[in-house]
């Protein structure tokens, strides 16, 4: 009977914690109609140290207030209105070779994922969240691990002050009330970093001035990342 008894609450206890969706009251597209994102109920910080993506390590999960609030924050927020012009400027990438470099396979895999929707907890083209965009761009491109949470990303390698940012760079932004840092993306070139938006999905964004510049909080440089990305 007691282990008929720990059966049961194992089951309820997953079933309380398992895949919810939240509306917000518009879609944002001036239609009137309410969209979803999905989220875990707010329960606790999960305190385990293993590298999963089924769990979210050490993150904290969305209230459907914090959610909104992110959502609304980000209208202020706009994705670079021509894309190709931007990475044209700034790539550097040579079409003549075969081979590509290691730059080039990061920076590639990078635009892969551009456009991807957001999803908290996702980790596919499907929908992907922050710390799962760039755990998979690492990995993809350089096959280099990372752990699947903000807040063991952000222990990862060493401190670079903003000025000294290079491109690979992670760099963190304090967008939630519960959990410092709450967002992680990958430095690119002369202020503008790749993320996983909640409202937008997977864009460039600036540093420079607005939403991200004031929530900026620091950064992180991998050794091994910068020499195969900046040295070829």
């Not at 993306?185 to 409202?199: E, M, P, Q, R």
């Amino acid at each position: 009977m007691r282990y008929i008894i720990l059966l049961f609450l194992s089951i309820v206890f997953i079933s309380c914690y398992g895949p919810v969706r939240f509306a917000t009251s518009t879609n944002g597209n001036g239609n009137g109609k309410p969209f979803f994102v999905d989220s875990l109920r707010i329960s606790r910080a999960i305190n385990t140290q293993s590298d999963t993506t089924l769990r979210f390590a050490t993150d904290l999960e969305f209230t459907e207030e914090e959610l909104r609030e992110i959502i609304s924050s980000e209208e202020e927020v706009k994705p670079i209105e021509n894309i190709t012009d931007f990475f044209a400027r700034y790539g550097n990438i040579d079409t003549n070779n075969s081979i590509p470099t290691n730059y080039e396979k990061f920076l590639m895999t990078i635009i892969s994922y551009l456009g991807t929707p957001y999803k908290f907890g996702g980790t596919s083209r499907k929908g992907i969240d922050c710390s799962a965009f760039t755990r998979l761009i690492f990995q993809e491109s350089l096959n280099i691990e990372l752990p699947r949470s903000t807040l063991e990303q952000v222990k990862l390698g060493y401190p670079v002050s903003r000025k000294d940012l290079q491109f690979g760079d992670l760099v963190f932004f304090n967008t939630r009330r519960r959990q410092n840092p709450g967002h992680v993306g990958i430095y690119l070139w002369d202020n503008y970093f790749v993320h996983a938006s909640t409202k937008y999905g997977v864009i460039v964004s600036s540093m420079a001035s607005g939403y991200y510049d004031r929530r900026f909080v620091g950064a992180r440089r991998l050794d091994e990342v910068y020499s195969l990305t900046n040295a070829d």
